[in-house]
């Protein structure tokens, strides 16, 4: 992939040949320093971005997760707020009832439907913007630097909630969805339908989520490791932190 930004007239590449392979149903997490172009891959497969080459493959629909929840969070009420990306599919009031109340309770903040987002934390926010996302029934869930902002419990409640809707997606009957035919390109079909939604239904999940925080690893499935632009090592953790000794890390 060879995607280019463009500011004030001057075009740069920020990915240069980047490959990654991440297999259906997992938590795979992508590490890198500061500006190797991990946001920028995120971006590219959300379709948020367009690469001038190559090719991606992504199941649909993807949700996406900003690092900062302020920017993501923006409705009166929890239940508002991850209602707020059903508004655009023909739910019945039941149906959107059913779909935030899943959502909420996938993210354990079942009982927080009526609070006033201006009146949680951090990380509570964070779980809100991620049970948006839950709600219109993602197949994959693009993380991006979800822990940045917290304290170190909150840290803690998102990547185990993280975790947990991969692991419950996949007892769920998400190995069978994950033998499907991968969507083409950005094709982000609605495919929240009633009857899903009332039944709450969740097919496997594949989140992918970016950090630079070597200590996450633990809540990893598989990782990679990027730099300038391309993706330097995909491997199990253990492998990941093999290869980060070799760097110089303290892993
Ligand atoms: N909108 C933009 N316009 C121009 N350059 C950008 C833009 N967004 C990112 N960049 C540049 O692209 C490079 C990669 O940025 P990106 O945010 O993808 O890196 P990153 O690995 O996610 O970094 P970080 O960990 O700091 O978030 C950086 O050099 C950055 O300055």
Redesign the pocket.
Known sequence: MLPT???RGLT?R?LDSASLEVPRGCLHMLL??????????LRVLAGLFRPDAGSVHVDAPCGFVF?NPDHQVVMPTVAADVAFGLGRYNLSATAVHAAVQHALQQVGLSDYAERPTSSLSGGQKQRVAIAGALAECPRVLLL??LTTFLDFEDQENVLHCVRSIVDESRQAGGQAATGSTAGQGHQQEPVVDQQQALEGQQRGVTALW?T?RLEELEYADSVSY?EGGRIAFSGSPDEMRAYMRRLGALV
């Not at 890198?32 to 891959?41: E, F, P, R, W």
């Open positions: 930004e463009e500011g740069k920020v890198g320093a500061n500006g190797c172009g991990k946001s920028t891959l690092q991006d630097e970016v630079h990027m």
